[in-house]
């Protein structure tokens, strides 16, 4: 008995040794701080910084800086700022490039400008340690970006030139902690910048060129090995920030420039994009963050005043360099005042980046304990503002209805939208739900209806056991893509009539097709022809001919008829290719005519969507064959059809599937019957345009 109690006692001796018993206190930390610190309003990210302090080797010292947690703690580094480049809205950065670029000079250049006078000649510290402290001032972390999300504002314009200005801002700060510590390590003569110089470029074309080449090779040829690509991503990472130490890189830019190259090849509502999300989320940034708070000495802080003055400064110059910027940024674009209080309240976040720039300084000996410490304080601060003034001004935009020139109604709609997947093929079901859950919209609280229809028969009991056991398979494909599903099994005289009663019973706005196949397969499935699917309904109907993975599609080709605007389902269409293309990071071109094209004008003008317009009807098949003789192998072909009888129906649409289908085998393939009637989440108006 006593020998046990002594091996008990010795487990338990602080620090902590046994790696099982510190891996589990670390686990209990990342599961309980965020929850009971959330209870005072405090960020989860402060939680578990805090959490690091109370049980680091300055606070209670249950642990100390093992090196496992030392490797831990650098995979979560690498991690945040790979997530960081791979979460950026490119396309938003594009439509407001110019406006970003503006903002983004003011938010790099003001807090740079005021932080290093601040640092040099109030703080005393040296050139190298004034210029690094200052630069973290220009990063800012979007961390209320959630909350503009929610309330439905993430088109306004102030909120894309603050997400784009992220992008110019960050890449430049860690530019200049490679040359900062550069010069501590060698100087800064002649052969340092010609030997950046010529790494920079080296290392920028292999990761953003030849690592993108071959993830979109692998992702090709081993598309069914959805576990492979997690892997290939992860070894991408680091991969890229070893070639960023070779290059006399700081290893975070490389993970920061492999998320920017692998940007357009991981949508975000993929599976993909949720396994990344969450495995970073659940365990590799909370190591990273516990061990920032482990290295923060609490009795510095409270040492003496000058700890307190550090804290205090940093964390003015930080919120007045980011609101000044706003600012400027406000009287030159001529903004609003809300919209001013929400680019400030965006901005004024920092965290990972600001974490990744103050510990890779104080590691290289250049930070001392007061500015680390200091920043902590900062984190805190500036997270608190930054969360409170954005939800200020989001609610007010909301209220004045600033936001009015959205692609869509920013108004909450009068029923969440509803999505039909009629069940066919079962080795296509998986591109068709994550096609699906793409022009999803992500307001809609409804799951994604998959439907299989049996054929009321003799043996119907029997084949509705088997349809729902196929049906529950897809349970867990949706739960990769964190997307709640319904099945639905039902007997009906024939596939047709089922699809279109179900549809009415759950007042479905879409339902989304597999193709049809020249070889009867339609027949056999469908027991009908596509025709009577269509005319059996008035919803918007996408049917899908998806063979390659949609990552690797850049541009959408979209041919639209005329008169399209005057369908019901005009607006409708284009929101969910809107959605489509911005989670592909996608061009469209528009091929249309007239007062089409000047509808499709109003519409992509007000979404601020990356596309192209061209006047080119779409009425004669030799033409329209022409048109596709040009099309890439990587190209989404989609054409906007008609139902007979509506105002855009020309006879080219007659058989239109199997048309296509001999023209561009290769490609993946939409065609779209808009909706006739409205339903609760269809917007009879938009920017003036009437859709009736």
């Known amino acids: 008995m006593e020998s046990f109690r002594n091996q008990l006692a010795h487990e338990f001796e602080l620090p902590l040794a046994n790696p099982i018993l510190v891996f589990s206190l670390i686990l209990l930390i990342i599961l309980l701080a965020p929850v009971i610190l959330r209870k005072f309003n405090v960020p989860g990210i402060i939680g578990l910084i805090l959490a690091g302090v109370l049980v680091g080797p300055y606070g209670l010292n249950f642990l100390e800086k093992s090196s496992a947690i030392e490797l831990l703690s650098t995979i ?20 407001h490039r110019n406006s970003s670029l503006l903002f983004g000079l003011f938010t790099f250049l003001l807090p740079l400008g005021i932080g290093f006078p601040v640092c040099y000649y109030v703080l005393g510290y040296d050139p190298n340690a004034s210029f690094l402290t200052a630069s973290m001032f220009s990063t800012h972390t979007l961390v209320a970006y959630p909350i503009v999300s929610a309330l439905g504002i993430a088109k306004n314009r102030a909120v894309a030139v603050t997400v784009g200005g992220t992008i110019l801002t960050d890449t430049a700060v860690l530019i200049i902690l490679a040359v900062v510590i550069g010069k501590s390590e060698a100087g800064l003569g002649a052969g340092f910048w010609l030997k950046l110089g010529i790494s920079i470029v080296i290392f920028s074309s292999i990761v953003l060129v030849l690592i993108p080449k071959f993830a979109r090779w692998f992702f090709r040829k081993l598309e069914s090995e959805k576990h492979s690509h997690y892997i290939l991503v992860l070894s991408m990472v ?51 963050l516990i061990s920032v708070g482990m290295l923060v000495d609490i009795t510095v802080i409270f040492s003496g005043p000058m700890a307190l003055l550090i804290a205090g400064t940093l964390s003015g110059v930080a919120l007045f360099g980011k609101w000044l910027s706003a600012w400027f940024t406000q009287q030159i674009l001529n903004y609003t ?76 709609p009068e029923r969440p ?11 296509n079901i998986e591109k068709l739900l994550e096609f699906t859950i793409f022009i999803k919209d992500k307001k809609s609280i409804e799951p994604i209806s998959i439907l299989s229809v049996v054929e009321n028969n003799e043996e119907a009991e029997i084949n509705l056991i088997k349809a729902r056991k196929k049906l529950e398979e ?69 049917i899908c001919h998806l063979e390659s993975p949609l990552m690797l599609h850049h541009r959408i080709s979209v041919f639209v008829p005329a008169w399209a605007e005057k369908e019901v389902g005009f607006t409708d269409w284009f929101a969910k290719l809107g959605r489509l293309a911005t989670e592909l990071s996608a061009v469209i071109h528009f091929y249309c005519t007239g007062s089409t094209c000047k509808a499709l004008q109003l519409l992509v003008r007000s979404s601020a969507l990356d596309a192209l317009l061209t006047n080119q009807p779409v009425s004669d098949w030799e033409h329209f064959k022409q048109q596709f003789q040009h099309m890439d192998s990587d190209e989404l072909v989609v054409l906007v059809a008609a ?22 085998p290769e490609n993946n393939m939409l065609i779209i019957y808009p909706g006739k009637s409205l339903t609760g989440t269809e917007t009879e108006k938009f920017d003036g345009i009437s859709v009736n």
């Open 76 to 95: 979560g580094l690498l991690y945040i700022m790979f997530v960081a480049g791979l979460e950026l809205d490119l396309n938003e950065f594009k439509s």
């Open 238 to 288: 680091f991969l890229a920030a070893f070639l960023a130490e070779l290059a006399g890189l700081e290893p975070i830019i490389g993970a920061f420039l492999a998320g920017l190259g692998l940007n357009k090849l991981i949508p975000h509502s993929s599976a993909l994009m949720n396994r990344i999300e969450f495995i970073g989320n659940s365990l590799f940034i909370p190591f990273f």
């Open 337 to 412: 005042a809300i919209e001013r209080q929400l680019i400030f309240g965006l901005s004024a976040g920092h965290t990972a980046a600001t974490l990744a720039v103050i510990l890779v300084g104080y590691r290289a000996g250049i930070l001392d304990e007061n500015i680390l410490n200091g920043t902590v304080v900062l984190i805190l601060i500036t997270c608190l503002v930054s969360s409170l003034a954005t939800e200020r001004a989001a609610k007010q935009l909301v209220i004045a209805k600033e936001n009015a020139n959205s692609v869509l109604s920013e108004n909450q």
């Open 417 to 427: 939208e509803t999505i039909l997947l009629p069940f066919a093929n079962i080795e």
């Open 474 to 542: 897809f349970v867990s494909q949706a739960a990769a893509f964190d997307t709640a599903v319904n099945i639905i099994t039902t007997l009906d005289l024939n596939p047709a009539s089922g699809i279109s009663r179900v549809s009415r019973e759950i007042m479905a706005d879409t339902i989304v097709l597999g193709w049809p196949r020249k070889s009867g397969l339609i027949q056999r499935l469908f027991g009908q022809k596509m025709d009577a699917i269509v005319a059996n309904t008035d919803r918007t109907i996408f």
């Open 643 to 664: 139902r007979r009888g509506t105002a855009s129906y020309i006879p080219l649409m007659e058989n239109i599937p199997e048309k296509m289908e001999s023209l561009v």
